[in-house]
Nanobody, 125 residues
Framework: QLQLVESGGGLVQPGGSLRLSCAASEFTLDTYAIIWFRQAPGKEREGVSCISSRGGNTKYAESVKGRFTISRDDAKKTVFLQMNSLKPEDTAVYYC??????????????????WGKGTLVTVSS
């Protein structure tokens, strides 16, 4: 059973930055695409960014393009989401998820096999 643990959330002022981490247990990164979702109060969950299991190909929601960057450290089995120029509308619980997609150059905002428990990001002055 794959386990995902998010960290790095917190309170930040508008225009600030945060880096979220998603630490995985017992998986090789060439097996799973990793996806970051978020869910704001009263809104549906939405895909934010993902990175493929092979090739490091990435995808971003339009609302975060140019501000967020997803990356991974294979040795540490960790995926990061660097969030810059944060806005109040980025306030949400951010979830890390894994989609079993071995040796694939693609990632999608669906097909999730495992979820983390989430970390809260609050952007407010």
């Amino acid at each position: 059973q794959l386990q995902l643990v998010e960290s790095g959330g917190g309170l930040v002022q508008p225009g600030g930055s945060l880096r979220l981490s998603c630490a995985a247990s017992e998986f090789t990164l060439d097996t799973y695409a990793i996806i970051w979702f978020r869910q704001a109060p009263g809104k549906e969950r939405e895909g934010v960014s993902c990175i493929s299991s092979r090739g490091g190909n990435t995808k971003y929601a339009e609302s975060v393009k140019g501000r967020f960057t997803i990356s991974r450290d294979d040795a540490k089995k960790t995926v990061f989401l660097q969030m810059n120029s944060l806005k109040p509308e980025d306030t949400a619980v951010y979830y890390c998820a894994a989609d079993r997609r071995p040796y694939s150059n693609y990632c999608f905002f669906d097909g999730v096999d495992y979820w983390g428990k989430g970390t809260l990001v609050t952007v407010s002055s």
